[in-house]
Nanobody
Framework: QVQLVESGGGLVQAGGSLRLSCAAS????????MGWFRQAPGKEREFVVF????????YYADSVKGRFTISRDNKKNMVYLQMNGLQPEDTAVYYC???????????????????WGQGTQVTVSS
């Protein structure tokens, strides 16, 4: 049974930082690419960042480029999202997700990801 469990969310002031973690189990982690998505109230789920199974390829949404950094540790079956310079518009539930095979044109599409975590709330106050 595949499980993805996010942690590290919380309340932070604008300009602050948070580090999200996602622990994966029940899958061959290194052969799965991972993504982070977020969903704010009343909005659609939004792509944030992608990292390939080896960690050699990363793609960022323009809205977070230069502020967020994704990384993974395949020995620990973990993926991380370091978020710096947080702004109120970053407030959302953040989800990690796994995708087994991908094409560049599909990594931003949430319905292409097979496994999802339960999400962790990030709230940024102004």
């Amino acid at each position: 049974q595949v499980q993805l469990v996010e942690s590290g969310g919380g309340l932070v002031q604008a300009g602050g930082s948070l580090r999200l973690s996602c622990a994966a189990s029940g899958l061959t982690f290194s052969t799965n690419s991972m993504g982070w998505f977020r969903q704010a109230p009343g909005k659609e789920r939004e792509f944030v960042v992608f990292i390939s199974g080896s960690g050699s390829i990363e793609y960022y949404a323009d809205s977070v480029k230069g502020r967020f950094t994704i990384s993974r540790d395949n020995k620990k079956n973990m993926v991380y999202l370091q978020m710096n310079g947080l702004q109120p518009e970053d407030t959302a539930v953040y989800y990690c997700a796994a995708i087994r095979t991908y094409a560049y044109g599909t990594i931003r599409q949430f319905d292409k990801y097979k496994y999802w975590g339960q999400g962790t709330q990030v709230t940024v106050s102004s």
